[in-house]
């Protein structure tokens, strides 16, 4: 069995394409966890809706990629931009909430193998630019820009594939965004810690306890001091 988000986002190689549009679905991606209700209604207030060439998820949470192309010999480039919403548990009252996401992306594909430097030049200066190793004992300048892209994010695309699946990286990106910090709404009043109740909804007949406990032997000292100077009056 492969991997459940194999085939979600296919990049082609077309020499006259210099910008492209995908679509696809958190659970094309293998995300349907996080897709709900809540983040498919605010996707479509988002105006992100899914294409009729997703035919598997056709009900899913939309995720719009948009990538510009950019070739150089033998190198490949994309630089993309990811939007799309997730649902996450409220960090306040634990329904879900809407999370939207805006992640850029850069891959960088080439016809010749991948190989990682075992040294890296720490000498080099910052004009000079990060330098990496051809696999022929031989330092090889390369670009600033390529410089910066993450050796996860070097894909071998030699020049006889047309095809080449970058899926895993999408899904990737999206799952990076998950956060404990999601808020369904600003105004939101949580629970009450005492007996669960979501204030949003219903009213809680809890009563804050005045008296702090279990704060350690300075806990009661403001009451401790008072004590001590009305006896020595």
Known sequence: MGSPWEGAVIYSRKPSVTHMEYCTTLERLGLGKLSSDISKSRASVMGLRVTKDVKDYPNGTPVQISIDVTRKKQKTRLDGI?????????????EPAAECIFSNFSLLLSEEPIEEPEIIDMGASFKEGFKSFNGSNQWVQEDDDDASIDWDDRLYFPLEEKEIDISKHIRDLVHLEITINAICDPRCKGICLKCGTNLNTSSCSCKEDVEKKDYGPLGNLRKQMQQKSSYSQ
């Open 82 to 94: 990811i939007k799309t919403v997730i649902s996450l548990g409220c960090n306040r009252c634990g």
